[in-house]
Nanobody, 114 residues
Framework: QVQLVESGGGLVQPGGSLRLSCVAS????????MSWYRQAPGKERGMVAA??????NYADSVKGRFTISRDNAKNTIYLQMNSLKPEDTAVYYC?????????WGQGTQVTVSS
C-alpha cells in the first residue's frame, strides 16, 4: 500500500511563494499519475495540478503561477506555488492513482494572508 506524506505548507503573504513536497513510499512507478488537490473550508476538494510521466496539467485558476514536478529517483513530487493569493488558502493533498484506485496524503495547510 502506498503512503503519501506532504510537507511545506505554512503561512505566507499575498504575492509570496511556497513549495510543497510529497514523498511516496511503497511500490511506486514513474508512469502513475500523481497530483495535488486542495480543499478550502466549505468547498469541495478539487484538482490543482497533475503529472503523468512528463506531462502536466493544471486547474485554470493556477496556470502560470503553480508548477508541478517530480523526482522519480526520490518518489517525490513538488508543487511550486508563486504569486499566491488569499483564495489559494486551503488544505493541499497529494494523491496517486494506481490501477483506478486513488490514495491520499494527510494534507498540509496553506494560508495566504497579510
Amino acid at each position: 500500500q502506498v503512503q503519501l506524506v506532504e510537507s511545506g505548507g505554512g503561512l505566507v503573504q499575498p504575492g509570496g511563494s511556497l513549495r510543497l513536497s510529497c514523498v511516496a513510499s511503497g511500490s511506486v512507478f514513474s508512469t502513475y499519475e500523481m497530483s495535488w488537490y486542495r480543499q478550502a473550508p466549505g468547498k469541495e476538494r478539487g484538482m490543482v495540478a497533475a503529472i503523468t510521466g512528463g506531462y502536466a496539467n493544471y486547474a485554470d485558476s493556477v496556470k502560470g503561477r503553480f508548477t508541478i514536478s517530480r523526482d522519480n529517483a526520490k518518489n517525490t513530487i513538488y508543487l511550486q506555488m508563486n504569486s499566491l493569493k488569499p483564495e489559494d488558502t486551503a488544505v493541499y493533498y497529494c494523491s496517486i492513482l494506481i490501477n483506478g484506485r486513488r490514495s491520499w496524503g494527510q494534507g498540509t495547510q496553506v494560508t495566504v494572508s497579510s
